[in-house]
Every structure is written in C-alpha cells, then in structure tokens.
C-alpha cells in the first residue's frame, strides 16, 4: 500500500474529489478480468467520445458500502483486486483498487480503478448503476463470487443465441455485479 491520506475534518473533502465521486458515481465499467493493462486501456481509449475536444478516458468507478474494509476484502477474494490506495477521512474510507498479481503489480495496471467508498447504509434503491466485468470463465467467477459471500441475482444464462453468457450477482453490500463472458471460439 501506498499509505494511507488523512484529511483534516476542518477542510472536508478537496473539490477535485468531491468532482471525481460525482463523475465516478455514476460510472458503469467494463474490466478486463484478465488484469491486461494493454487490454483495459484500449477499450478505455476506443470508448472516448469522438466530440469531447480532449482526451477523455475512464478514471475510475465506485461502489459503496456501510463496512467499506470488508467489501474491498469481497473484491479481493471474488475477483483478484488488490488495494492500491487508501484515504481516510471523518466519517469514512475510501480504498482504491485494481486488478493484480500483486499490489505492486496493481499499481503499476494503468487501467480504470474500483473505488470502494464507506456510505451510512447498504439499502441500495437504484439497480441501474453497476459494476460489469468481461470473465473469461463465468462458472469459475461465480464461485469465487459465492465463497466470498457474494450472491447471485441472476445465474448466468446465454444472451439470446450470441454464445455471450451474462450472470448478475450482488456483493455483500448490496451492489451489482454484472459479469459476462464473451461466446467462446469455434
């Protein structure tokens, strides 16, 4: 770990995090389960609009939860995210991740981060936001997901006939996973 940021509870949280967390809350990724940084920022740089007038590329995506330490632990174990990072603050932690061997080699990856962020409560309302990652073994991926004590919302199922196979799971705080492996070839 890189260490860890305290911020003081007189300045609250610097305005350029407070804009990253509004853009990033309501980011919906695709990563590349492989840990391919290569792989990760390709997609990253072919899904930048054409009109932006800058380069424009995906920072990170974030997910909350009321234990925010014990959610990353699920990320973790269920996908193989290391922690990069970590900021503490009054009321909260915030725990950067990504994809890795190792946390060194997570923090070399280039690629968009997940951010997992402390909130007041696990009742989530709203099932649009989400996290969708591309596995290349879904049956695999859902039981690492179930022994890290993640839950299936929906088992995977083919996507009409494309081959592509979709399951949703739900973390230990509530938020959506939507995993999907591409048809294999022929």
């Given at each position: 770990?890189?260490?860890?940021?305290?911020?003081?509870?007189?300045?609250?949280?610097?305005?350029?995090?407070?804009?990253?967390?509004?853009?990033?809350?309501?980011?919906?990724?695709?990563?590349?389960?492989?840990?391919?940084?290569?792989?990760?920022?390709?997609?990253?740089?072919?899904?930048?609009?054409?009109?932006?007038?800058?380069?424009?590329?995906?920072?990170?995506?974030?997910?909350?939860?009321?234990?925010?330490?014990?959610?990353?632990?699920?990320?973790?174990?269920?996908?193989?995210?290391?922690?990069?990072?970590?900021f503490e603050f009054p009321g909260g932690v915030e725990i950067l991740m990504n994809f890795?061997?190792?946390?060194?080699?997570?923090?070399?990856?280039?690629?968009?981060?997940?951010?997992?962020?402390?909130?007041?409560?696990?009742?989530?309302?709203?099932?649009?936001?989400?996290?969708i990652f591309t596995v290349t073994d879904i049956n695999a991926t859902v039981a690492a997901?179930?022994?890290?004590?993640?839950?299936?919302?929906?088992?995977?199922?083919?996507?009409?006939?494309?081959?592509?196979?979709?399951?949703?799971?739900?973390?230990?705080?509530?938020?959506?996973?939507?995993?999907?492996?591409?048809?294999?070839?022929?």
């Amino acid at each position: 770990m890189n260490g860890i940021v305290k911020w003081s509870s007189r300045g609250g949280v610097p305005a350029g995090v407070r804009v990253m967390a509004v853009v990033a809350a309501m980011a919906i990724v695709t990563v590349i389960v492989s840990g391919s940084p290569t792989a990760a920022a390709a997609a990253a740089a072919a899904a930048a609009p054409a009109g932006a007038g800058a380069s424009v590329s995906l920072n990170a995506a974030r997910v909350g939860a009321k234990d925010a330490a014990g959610v990353a632990k699920f990320y973790e174990t269920a996908f193989g995210l290391q922690e990069v990072r970590r900021f503490e603050f009054p009321g909260g932690v915030e725990i950067l991740m990504n994809f890795g061997a190792t946390a060194d080699a997570a923090k070399a990856n280039t690629g968009a981060e997940i951010v997992v962020m402390h909130r007041d409560s696990d009742e989530v309302k709203d099932t649009i936001p989400h996290l969708i990652f591309t596995v290349t073994d879904i049956n695999a991926t859902v039981a690492a997901l179930k022994a890290a004590g993640g839950k299936m919302e929906s088992e995977p199922k083919e996507f009409g006939k494309t081959g592509i196979m979709i399951g949703i799971a739900v973390d230990p705080a509530g938020n959506r996973i939507e995993m999907i492996q591409q048809a294999r070839k022929k």
